[in-house]
T-cell receptor, first 113, second 118 residues
């Protein structure tokens, strides 16, 4: 069974204090790894898709990297508006033959001004 | 970017009634949509995959007679929670499969529907 584990569960940083969020996964036949941002009471907002080990993608203060067992979301000099829950998901083929996303429980990030 | 809407955003109903939730792709056509459920402080759990013009594929443990899915057009999928009970209270989120100009695949999510069954 596909498994996605995110750590830490919650993270509080001072504004400007860089850090990394971790997503480790166990999946047979990885098709892609996705990062989303979710604000309270809202649907997830797409950030990145990574497909192969060694791949990196950047967007503003965020950079996502991928290895064969885990992915990191690096946040550089964060601002209060970066506060959100960051979700990691892996895409694989389900038992029914269709592609599905399996989500982790997320890291709740709080940036303190 | 691709925009997905949901209606209603909030619904409160009495136990035993049915509730319909709509998911629309506003600026693109979506042959495949997905329905998720999220309980407080838990992850998104896939309920079913909805394909336009065909029957939905339900995940293990999801009752297809209770959660009716219809994907009658390329821009609309509906989820009907039949005979709702308090344990069905949750945050229901839909998504649509999108292929980028680079040929990569992702899912864009709607804003979610909060269901409270009294």
């Amino acid at each position: 069974e596909d498994q996605v584990t995110q750590s830490p569960e919650a993270l509080r940083l001072q504004e400007g204090e860089s850090s990394s969020l971790n997503c480790s996964y166990t999946v047979s036949g990885l098709r892609g790894l996705f990062w989303y941002r979710q604000d309270p009471g809202k649907g997830p907002e797409f950030l990145f898709t990574l497909y192969s080990a060694g791949e990196e993608k950047e967007k503003e203060r965020l950079k996502a990297t991928l290895t064969k067992k885990e992915s990191f979301l690096h946040i550089t000099a964060p601002k209060p508006e970066d506060s959100a829950t960051y979700l990691c998901a892996v895409q694989a083929i389900s038992n029914f033959g269709n592609e599905k996303l399996t989500f982790g429980t997320g890291t709740r990030l709080t940036i303190i001004p | 970017g691709a925009v997905v809407s949901q209606h209603p955003s909030w619904v409160i109903c009495k136990s035993g009634t049915s509730v319909k939730i709509e998911c629309r792709s506003l600026d693109f056509q979506a042959t495949t949509m997905f329905w998720y459920r999220q309980f407080p402080k838990q992850s998104l759990m896939l309920m079913a995959t909805s394909n336009e013009g065909s029957k939905a594929t339900y995940e293990q443990g999801v009752e297809k007679d209770k959660f009716l899915i219809n994907h009658a057009s390329l821009t609309l999928s509906t989820l009907t929670v039949t005979s709702a009970h308090p344990e069905d209270s949750s945050f229901y989120i839909c998504s649509a499969r999108v292929y980028t100009s680079g040929g990569q695949e992702t899912q864009y999510f709607g804003p979610g529907t909060r269901l409270l069954v009294l």
